[in-house]
């Protein structure tokens, strides 16, 4: 083999090389923009759900225009099934208790940031009018 012919080698392993980890670095950055949107969704069909809750009158298992009765152990139970404790999206549970006019859902993403420590966090406050979700991390 020539020394032409080798210095192509050479040059065409290095590009593939440079393409693979490319292409790892735009997955996992997707993979984090996924994650971070799929637990805003999650946060906010909970969100909605906790809206239900505070509409419905007590008679009919609700809160009766009140957050209250959304406490940090049962919060979650009470909105949503169990596959919304923990799923492949990541982790959600009532941050804050529920007042009369206030609750605050959070969410942990699954995914790993790039500092390779921290997970996606959001902080949902729900009123009677609506909900903003706030990211932490």
């Given at each position: 083999?020539?020394?032409?012919?080798?210095?192509?080698?050479?040059?065409?392993?290095?590009i593939?090389?440079?393409?693979?980890?490319?292409?790892?670095i735009?997955?996992?950055?997707?993979?984090?923009?996924?994650?971070?949107?799929?637990?805003?969704a999650?946060?906010?069909t909970?969100?909605?759900?906790?809206?239900?809750y505070?509409?419905?009158?007590?008679?009919?298992?609700?809160?009766?225009?009140?957050?209250?009765?959304?406490?940090?152990?049962?919060?979650?139970?009470?909105?949503?099934?169990?596959?919304?404790?923990?799923?492949?999206?990541?982790?959600?549970?009532?941050?804050?208790?529920?007042?009369?006019t206030?609750?605050?859902?959070?969410?942990?993403?699954?995914?790993?940031?790039?500092?390779?420590?921290?997970?996606?966090?959001?902080?949902?406050?729900?009123?009677?009018?609506?909900?903003?979700?706030?990211?932490?991390?």
């Amino acid at each position: 083999m020539g020394q032409q012919q080798l210095i192509l080698v050479i040059l065409g392993v290095i590009i593939v090389g440079i393409a693979i980890a490319v292409g790892t670095i735009l997955f996992k950055d997707n993979a984090i923009d996924q994650n971070r949107s799929q637990v805003r969704a999650d946060l906010g069909t909970l969100a909605q759900r906790a809206r239900q809750y505070y509409l419905r009158p007590q008679y009919l298992g609700g809160g009766g225009r009140s957050f209250a009765g959304l406490t940090k152990e049962t919060g979650i139970a009470v909105l949503a099934s169990s596959a919304y404790t923990n799923n492949k999206n990541g982790a959600y549970s009532v941050k804050t208790a529920g007042t009369a006019t206030e609750l605050v859902l959070f969410g942990r993403g699954s995914w790993m940031l790039d500092d390779g420590v921290n997970y996606p966090e959001y902080e949902c406050t729900v009123t009677a009018t609506g909900y903003t979700i706030e990211q932490i991390k």
